[in-house]
């Protein structure tokens, strides 16, 4: 488990990645890999490969203080690869220490409709999506899932305009790290960001902007938890 802090992921206490790996095979940045890939291939012998590391499944019941932690950063927990009994054995490990946040985030959301009878209550879903072209299929598991659970997205890379409507509780913006944009090419995303901040406030959802986008717009909300 990993102490999260400034310039680090922002809007969790700690990550937590007893699932790491991936088979999206996103191409982001100059490298055209997303950083948990980047950093897979230094440090795990099975590279990016999905991996089951049962030794971490008892971290966050040794972690006292209520934390908000952000489950398998390493990987896509919910992704079509992943066989249920790893998603299963990691939300019992959730359950054993009920004074935590789990946060999940994944691109894969319809996942959470076949499971959502075992997600804890105090779970916060999510899903990215980094391009309008997505926002349809990617939020629409969102409206059936269940009411007591906190549902949100997370817009980053943003790389392009966003709609936003209340499919979602909560909104992180972050722009595409790891490339030298141009002057035209930063100011357009201020805009796309902006305009989203702008949406969100008249729907009175809560917005986490971070990265570099965080130093030009002061939003740093959490969402309301649900009881």
């Not at 937590?16 to 291939?41: E, F, M, N």
């Not at 795990?44 to 209520?66: C, I, N």
């Not at 939300?91 to 409709?113: S, V, W």
């Amino acid at each position: 488990m990993n102490r999260q802090g400034p310039g680090k992921i922002g809007w969790a206490d700690y990550t937590w990645s007893p699932v790491t790996g991936c088979k999206h095979a996103c191409q982001y940045g100059p490298r055209k890999k997303c950083y948990a890939d980047l950093i897979a291939q230094r440090i795990y012998k099975e590279k990016f490969e999905p991996t089951f590391r049962p030794e971490r499944l008892g971290e966050p019941v040794k972690l006292k203080v209520p934390s908000k932690i952000f489950v398998c950063d390493m990987g896509d927990l919910f992704g079509e690869w992943v066989p249920d009994v790893w998603i299963l054995k990691v939300l019992r490990a959730c359950y054993d220490a009920p004074q935590h946040i789990y946060q999940f985030l994944t691109k894969n959301p319809e996942r959470y409709l076949t499971l959502d009878e075992f997600l804890p209550n105090n779970s916060w879903i999510g899903t990215t999506i980094e391009k309008e072209e997505f926002y349809k299929s990617r939020s629409a598991p969102f409206w059936k899932v269940r009411d007591d659970l906190v549902r949100f997205v997370s817009m980053e890379p943003l790389l392009g305009p966003m709609p936003v409507d209340d499919a979602f509780d909560w909104i992180i913006i972050g722009e595409l790290t790891g490339k030298a944009m141009t002057q035209d090419e930063v100011h357009q995303v201020r805009v796309w960001a902006q305009e989203i901040i702008d949406q969100a406030g008249e729907l009175k959802i809560p917005v986490f902007v971070k990265n570099a986008l965080g130093a030009i717009f002061p939003q740093r909300e959490f969402p309301k938890v649900k009881t």
